[in-house]
C-alpha cells in the first residue's frame, strides 16, 4: 500500500524526563523564548516525517519589530540555540545534525554549525556569534530523520505563538505549522542579556479552538511563560479582542508562584473583542508582574470563534477503505470501539477509494480523493474528521494509529469540540428529501456547499468479501464483528462534491430532492447524511465541514432523527482530546462542549 507523508503527535512516545534539567555546556548564557522548559512529557508532541528517512529543519522566529525584548537587545549577540530533541542524533561527521540561523526569511541561512544532539535539552554555541539588528531572525536546527529515530523535533501544543514552528520536511519548502504548538527552541544570549528579561512574561490564550459571544467575558485557558529568573505570583494582562475600542484589564493571582523560565496553563476570567467571524484575533499582554509595572514583552495573540450563533457540533467521520485492503478491517474495528465509548453524536461515511476501487465505489469517493493530493499520495485505511486539520496535526488525512480506540476517541473529542458554524436537518416527507438550517450569519455571502447522500450499513462479508479478516494480528471477533458500513447509495446533488448552496440575507437555507429507491447491497439499515462546507482544491485547510446531520430509514419512512441537542456523555478529555479518568482544577470537552472542573 502507498503511504502519504504525515506527521504524528506521538505524545506517549517521549521518554518521562525532567525539562527542566539544564545542559551545563554554557552556563554562561542566558535562555530566551516562548516555549517551556519544564513540562510534563504527556503535554508535549513530536513532530517529523514519521514514515521514511529524510531531513528534517526546524525554526523558530525571533523579530525585534515584533517583540520588544528583541529590541531592548540590539546590538547584542545571539551566542548559539537551545533546543530539544526527542533522540540523540550524532551526525556531525556526516554533516546532517547541525543548529541553524537565518535572517529575513527561514531559507537566508547565516550560521550552520555541525554538531551532535543528545535526548532531551542541548546547549550549542555558534561557531560565531550573531549580531541582534532590525532583521527577523528563525533559530533552530537539522537532522537526518531515521525509521529508527523517527519525529525528532517536540513541540508545546497549548502554545501557538505565531512563526513559531516553521519546518522543513526533506529540504522541500518552509512551512509555518499553526496547529502543532511552538517549537521547543530558545535563543542562548550573552548573560549581559539578563536584565532585558526581568519583569517580562509572555500571555496568550490556549490553543483549543473557543466559540464565543461577542463583547463578553468567557472562561479560557490562559498559558503564561516566565521569561525571567525570579518568581511571578500574579500578573496582570491587557487583554483586546478583535473590534474592542480599549484593551480591558484583568489581574491573575497564582496559587504557587511560576518558577524562573517556567510556565503554566491556567483558567481565567477572558473578554472577547466586537468583531464576528470564524477567526477573529485576540491579543494578550502582560503589564503589571507581581503588582509592579513589567517590561514591554511580545504580544500573545491568538484566534477566536466569536458569534452569535451558538449550533452544536455533529462531527463528520469519512474513512477511506477497500474491499482490497488488508489493514482496513483493524482500523474499523477499532474505530467502532470508540464511536461505541464516544456515546454522542456522530456522522460515519466510507469512501471506497484511495487504494483500489471495489463493487461499493461512487462518483462522491472518487471527487473526494484531492483530499490526498494527487495518486502517488493515496493509500488505505486513512480517515479525515470534518475535513479539518485537527489540533495538533498537520494535515486534513490522518493514517491508521496504534491498534487501540484511544487515537480515535482523541481525534472524536477534538473533532466534536470544534466550532459549528450552521445547523443541518435533513428528512424523508412526501416523496421529497428536505434538507435546510442556517449557516453563521458572518458566512453568508461566501461560497458554501451541500452534500446529502443515500447510506447503507450493515452490509454482511457473506456475500461482499473483505480483505483482512483472516490476518494472523486480527482481534479475534472480528470476523463476528464487521460489517461494510457507510456506504455511500446515491448522491441528491448535481455535483458529487456537493451543490454551491443559496442562502438568504438572514443564513436560513432550505433545499429538496426528489427520494429515490435504490437497490442496495442488503444491509440492515439507511439514513439520508447531509452535511455543509467549504471546498477549495488548492488549500485543503479551507475544506472544514460546518456542521452534519443525520436521519435514520427504515422500508417504512422515518425511523429516528439523530439530532439531539444534549447528551448524557459521561466521558472528559483535556484541551488535547486526551481521555482524563481523574481530572483536577481546569478546562475539560465533554459531549463536545467545554465543562469547568473546580
Not at 473583542?273 to 508582574?289: K, M, N, P, Q
Not at 455533529?314 to 477497500?322: K, V
Request: aromatic share 10%; proline share 5%.
Amino acid at each position: 500500500m502507498k503511504r502519504i507523508l504525515f506527521t504524528l503527535a506521538l505524545l506517549l512516545g517521549i521518554a518521562n524526563c525532567a525539562l527542566d534539567e539544564l545542559d551545563t555546556s554554557a552556563q554562561a548564557q542566558v535562555p530566551y523564548g516562548y516555549a517551556p522548559e519544564g513540562v510534563p512529557a504527556e503535554e508535549l508532541s513530536a513532530l517529523g516525517i514519521g514514515n521514511k528517512s529524510g531531513f528534517v529543519q526546524g525554526m523558530t522566529l525571533f523579530d525585534p519589530q515584533a517583540d520588544p525584548v528583541l529590541g531592548r537587545l540590539k546590538g547584542q549577540e545571539i551566542k548559539g540555540i537551545r533546543c530539544y530533541l526527542r533522540a540523540a542524533y550524532k551526525q556531525a561527521k556526516q554533516k546532517r545534525s547541525a543548529i541553524l540561523a537565518s535572517t529575513g526569511t527561514p531559507g537566508n541561512l547565516v550560521r550552520q554549525t555541525y554538531t551532535d544532539f543528545t535526548e532531551g535539552w542541548n546547549d550549542i554555541l555558534f561557531d560565531e556569534p550573531l549580531v541582534i539588528g532590525d532583521e527577523p531572525i528563525y533559530l533552530g536546527l537539522q537532522v537526518y530523520e531515521t525509521l529508527g529515530a523517527p519525529y525528532p523535533l517536540v513541540t508545546f501544543p497549548q502554545a501557538t505563538v505565531p512563526r513559531s514552528c516553521m519546518v522543513n520536511l526533506a529540504k522541500s519548502q518552509w512551512e509555518e505549522y499553526t496547529d502543532r504548538g511552538t517549537l521547543l527552541i530558545e535563543a542562548l544570549l550573552d548573560d549581559e542579556a539578563a536584565p532585558a528579561l526581568e519583569r517580562t512574561a509572555y500571555a496568550q490564550n490556549t490553543t483549543h479552538p473557543q466559540t464565543v459571544a461577542p463583547d463578553r467575558d468567557f472562561t479560557g485557558g490562559l498559558y503564561v511563560h516566565n521569561c525571567s529568573t525570579d518568581p511571578i505570583r500574579s500578573i496582570e494582562i491587557a487583554m483586546q479582542g478583535q473590534g474592542a475600542v480599549s484593551p480591558t484589564l484583568r489581574t491573575i493571582e497564582f496559587a504557587e508562584p511560576i518558577g524562573p523560565r517556567g510556565s503554566r496553563v491556567v483558567t481565567a476570567l477572558l473578554r472577547s473583542g466586537t468583531d464576528e467571524g470564524t477567526s477573529v484575533d485576540w491579543t494578550a499582554t502582560v503589564v503589571r508582574i507581581n503588582g509592579q509595572e513589567a517590561q514591554a514583552g511580545r504580544p500573545g495573540t491568538t484566534k477566536l470563534y466569536v458569534t452569535f450563533d451558538d449550533f452544536q457540533r455533529t462531527p463528520l467521520i469519512e474513512e477511506f477503505t477497500s474491499q482490497r485492503c488488508v489493514n482496513c478491517p483493524q482500523m474499523a474495528y477499532f474505530l467502532d470501539k470508540a464511536l461505541e465509548e464516544y456515546g454522542d453524536n456522530y456522522v460515519y461515511v466510507s469512501h471506497h477509494t484511495g487504494f483500489a476501487e471495489d463493487v461499493f465505489t461512487t462518483q462522491p469517493d472518487r471527487e473526494v480523493l484531492y483530499f490526498f493530493g494527487g495518486y502517488a499520495n493515496e493509500y488505505n485505511p486513512a480517515i479525515m474528521y470534518n475535513r479539518a486539520v485537527l489540533e495538533g496535526e498537520s494535515q486534513v488525512i490522518q493514517g491508521v494509529r496504534d491498534m487501540s480506540p484511544t487515537p480515535y476517541l482523541e481525534a472524536l473529542a477534538l473533532a466534536s469540540a470544534m466550532p459549528a458554524m450552521a445547523e443541518v436537518n435533513v428528512e424523508e416527507q412526501d416523496g421529497q428529501i428536505h434538507v435546510y438550517g442556517r449557516v453563521a450569519r458572518d458566512l453568508v455571502g461566501q461560497p458554501l456547499y451541500l452534500s446529502c447522500y443515500l447510506v447503507e450499513d450493515g452490509i454482511s462479508t457473506d456475500e461482499y468479501y473483505q480483505k483482512g479478516m483472516d490476518d494472523a494480528d486480527a482481534p479475534s471477533d472480528l470476523k463476528d464483528v464487521f460489517r461494510h458500513n457507510g456506504i455511500i447509495l446515491h448522491h441528491f446533488t448535481q455535483e458529487a462534491l456537493g451543490d454551491l448552496l443559496s442562502v438568504n440575507a438572514n443564513g436560513r437555507y432550505s433545499v429538496t430532492y426528489p427520494a429515490v429507491t435504490k437497490q442496495g447491497f442488503g444491509g440492515t439499515r439507511r439514513r439520508l447524511v447531509a452535511f455543509v462546507h467549504k471546498v477549495d482544491k488548492s488549500n485543503l485547510r479551507e475544506n472544514q465541514v460546518l456542521n452534519a446531520t443525520q436521519t435514520l430509514l427504515n422500508a417504512d419512512g422515518i425511523e429516528e432523527i439523530v439530532n439531539r441537542k444534549s447528551s448524557n456523555c459521561k466521558f472528559l478529555y483535556d484541551l488535547s482530546g486526551r481521555r482524563v479518568t481523574h481530572p483536577t482544577r481546569g478546562i475539560y470537552i465533554q459531549a463536545g462542549k467545554k465543562r469547568l472542573v473546580k
